[in-house]
């Protein structure tokens, strides 16, 4: 089975490829570039994303929103991550909420798959806290901050490990559970 996967993040299209491949699922990389929402509605973001992304492609694909909900900020910034993490970067970021009580997190992604009658989402979430210091490669955003619960290592430094237990290995496989069932 193929399917298609809109996203200008290498990053992503590697970890999804990594996923989908060993359960028969192979991911076909689309880079086309969208106007996004910019709203911490992170629901909003994906079901406009893969609506417009569909009617551009004309055929079943998904695309995926990961983003963090940070404790001391009531969820902020969700959707809206990747301005928050462009604007602060990993040293601010520790600096800020990896110190003191209080580092709580969440990693989410919500994936979105439109199959031109209906829009399907997938959600996928893990818990963890912020690091008092980044640590690991910095190149995927803020997988140098981020320590699952249960864990002493950032996601940066798991390596390949980590989509063992991702915020994204869950959802892709409700995704993957969807289109066997089809």
Not at 24 to 34: A, E, M, R, S, Y
Not at 45 to 68: M, S, W, Y
Not at 145 to 163: C, H, L, Q, R, S
Request: include cysteine.
């Amino acid at each position: 089975m193929r399917i298609r996967f809109l996203s200008g993040n290498a990053h992503k299209i590697r970890e999804a490829t990594a996923i989908m491949e060993p359960i028969g699922i192979t991911v076909v990389p689309l880079q086309i570039k969208l106007e996004e929402l910019q709203t911490s509605d992170t629901d909003a973001i994906v079901r406009d994303k893969v609506a417009k992304a569909f009617h551009l492609i004309g055929h079943p694909l998904f695309v995926e929103q990961t983003g963090l909900s940070i404790d001391r900020l009531n969820g902020f910034p969700g959707g809206l991550t990747q301005v928050f993490w462009d604007t602060l970067e990993a040293d601010r970021v520790s600096e800020l909420f990896g110190q003191g009580p209080g580092t709580g997190v969440t990693a989410k992604t919500l994936i979105g798959y439109c199959d031109g009658r209906s829009i399907h989402c997938f959600r996928g979430e893990v818990r963890g806290r912020i690091a008092s210091e980044p640590r690991g490669d910095r190149d995927f955003q803020w997988d140098c901050v981020f320590i699952p619960d249960g864990f002493t290592e950032t996601y940066a430094e798991m390596g390949d490990a980590k989509n063992n237990i991702s915020m994204r290995r869950i959802a892709l496989d409700a995704l993957a559970t969807h289109l066997r069932a089809r």
